[in-house]
């Protein structure tokens, strides 16, 4: 059947939201699709280049950010510190790594959430589970619950709103390198850690001050004061995507303008289906999460539907098999993907197979996440695959939602700052801490 950005309807689909009002959601979709994309498909090209760069062991991804943005925790601050982080943990990953760090946030868009039920029960009420603030509202109550369409008006324009403040930040000066000091947040728990940031820091100032000596400085070297924060979010609710498709003028291609990267969640990844049906047609660098029941035979089929031609930089395979599983589940898959010559950025997510409970909160312990980090490193070169990247859910703020790491966050204290609105995220010490312990992987993937 032939491609067009309305064809996945001839599909099944899952993790949709039935609207009531089908005439308002016309209504709102006619709209979407007359207001400007998100991103220019010049700045995609630019993101395929440089995940390119990736696949061919030059570069590592860092991507990371909310599970779920909300629109009542919308605000700068929120943005600027998420911002900063990215920028910390990126300089601690290249400068133990010697390459460059890609840095794709989960940021700008990252509003719909697959979930496991349909419907949640709380005290005998039965209502319809909270499937991100593009959909519905989180509240527990049957008028919050209710798909509302211009929920995707509000979130294009918070998309916009955070798009346009992380170009600021990363073109208008907060990511020159001279200020490598002030991106720091300010609640470093652990001291070893702050200090262990702060000699980094000052080993950049120094390189950068015997720079200048020879000539390299901010003026004419933008590098040195500018970056690039590319942004991405699970392409999940298909009108919304659709609405965003546009055909570039200059290329005359197809690019899904409301992120540079799109990724497809492991609910959704069904060959037949909707999802990678509709992706297959957009040229944006995709993403495609596989948790403990794939098959090596699964990801080459996601390969051949979703990058027939192999190109680098094209398809991310994202690994979420949770700590318990990925050393039974991963070796033989990469050992066969590994003859196969497939142009693949390899991740990791260790955070979507480790979700536990610890009473009423969802919560997923520090040593955990990180266990799975170093098998997957450990995995991947003992099969001749290049650990490509992590992706992970964090956040700037000082919340208390992942147990464990340096800011020693226990079961008890969790209720102390509990802030997200879907799953937990690891906190500004803790994504600190993990970005010095992956540091170490990865300048060990990058000499072997
Ligand atoms: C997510 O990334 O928030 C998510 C739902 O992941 P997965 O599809 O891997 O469960
Ligand atoms: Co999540």
Redesign the pocket.
Known sequence: MTWTKNSWKNYPIKQQPTYSDEKELNEVLTRLEKLPPLVFAGEVRNLKAKLEKVALKEAFLLQGGD??ESFANFGAVNIRDMFKLLLQMAIVLTFAGGCPIVKIA?LAG?FA??RSADFEELDGVKLPSYRGDIINGFNFSKEAREPDPKRMIEAYYQSATTLNLLRAFAKGGLADLHEVHRWNLGFLKKAELGSKYDELSEKITQALEFMQACGITAANSPSLRETSVYTSH?ALLLPYEEALTRVDSLSGEIYDCSAHML?I????RGLDEAHIHFLSGVKNPLGV?I?PSAKADDIKAIAQALNPKNEAGRLNI?I?MGADKIASNLPHIFKELSKEGLNIVYSI?P??GNTTKAGNFKTREFDKIMQEVKMFFEISMSEGIYPGGV?L?MTGQDVTECTGGASNVTAESLQNRYETQ??PRLNADQALELAFLIADLVKKARKA
């Open positions: 599970c779920a989960r990252q959430k697959p699970e990724w969640g492991e609910r959704t999460k948790g994202i979420r997510d955070m979507h992706h859910e879907c799953d």
